[in-house]
């Protein structure tokens, strides 16, 4: 038989009266049962989506208003209330960017000056990560704070010695200068490799000498395929900012047969802006922008592992 409940003031076998349902649940203040784990779950989540799409329609707002933009007329670019879908569409803007200025060369010096600096550099940078973390050399913890003590001289202070120094050698107006310093690596991407490399243990490494593999052995069969992700999210971001540098190549470079992209893109928003052109202007940085989103997409994948790989490591 089902044992009574009994109250400790009353007789034995007095049963207590059945108690109203919901009792001794936590209310609110305006006496509301709270809310369950699995409705706050949703509600983080609807609140989460919400104020990311929120901002990813501020960030790529700007990148649609420029492909508008560069698809209307002239007369339809001031046209008001603003017009976010061109009426009527026209792609004459496309067609006179290659005769408007010299974008096809500066296209290719761009190509030229980003992808050797980025491939060469990314090769000579991920080398130094290795020899850092995992080679024993004397004083190389000196050698690498040495290393990081230059992220703290800001360019600006260095262009006037450059430029001498590159004016001696016969380089202005060559698109050496902004080749040659790249070569020797990145700072911040071997710091960045350095720092994911220690998370490797190093019996890996011994275990390979032991096996007879050499540094480069190593380097190339056992460390490069782990550092991949790392080593592609720091690729994009290099080619990125060399491929967007604006201030180095309008130092150094002066004939317009020798300006990279963004000199070029500058030299249209000088010449066509007082006529109004803007979707002229807007073509021709919709294009500049094709070569930076055509290696994101590429590296898309390596990218989002490096970033959860190095959330689970911290």
């Not at 001498?164 to 911040?188: A, E, H, K, Q």
């Not at 967007?244 to 990279?260: F, G, R, V």
Request: charged residues 10%; glycine residues 6%; hydrophobic residues 55%.
């Amino acid at each position: 038989m089902p044992s009574t409940l009994t109250s400790p003031n009353k007789p034995l076998g007095t049963p207590i009266k059945k108690l109203p349902a919901g009792f001794g649940r936590r209310r609110s203040l305006d006496g509301a049962p709270p809310m369950s784990s699995k409705a706050k779950y949703k509600l983080g989540n609807v609140l989460a989506t919400v104020v990311l799409a929120v901002g990813s329609i501020i960030m790529i707002a700007p990148l649609l208003w420029t492909l508008s933009t560069s698809m209307k007329t002239k007369e339809g670019v001031f046209a008001l209330p603003p017009q976010w879908i061109p009426d009527p569409f026209v792609f004459d803007a496309y067609s006179r960017i290659w005769t408007a200025g010299p974008l096809l060369s500066g296209i290719k010096n761009s190509l030229i000056v980003a992808g050797s600096v980025t491939i060469l550099g990314t090769v000579v940078s991920s080398l130094a990560a290795f020899a850092f973390a995992k080679l024993h050399l004397p004083h190389k913890n000196a050698l690498f704070l040495a290393l990081l003590g230059g992220l703290m001289i800001p360019f600006p202070t260095l262009m006037i010695p450059q430029f001498m120094m590159f004016s001696n050698l016969g380089w202005v107006d060559t698109l050496l200068p902004l080749i040659v310093p790249g070569l020797f690596g990145n700072i911040m991407m071997i710091f960045f490799l350095r720092q994911y490399l220690t998370s490797i243990p190093d019996s890996m490494i011994e275990a390979a000498k032991i096996d007879g593999a050499g540094y480069l052995q190593i380097f190339g069969r056992m460390i490069l395929p782990l550092i991949k992700p790392a080593l592609a999210a720091q690729f994009i971001l290099w080619f990125m900012a060399v491929w967007n540098d604006y201030l180095a190549p309008i130092i150094y470079l002066n004939s317009p047969e020798k300006q990279t992209l963004q000199l070029v893109i500058a030299s249209f928003n000088a010449q066509y802006a007082i006529q109004t052109d803007y979707p002229l202007i807007m073509a021709a940085s919709f294009v500049a922008l094709l070569p930076v989103l055509t290696i994101f997409l590429i590296f898309q994948r390596q990218i989002v592992e490096s970033i959860a790989l190095t959330g689970a490591k911290g």
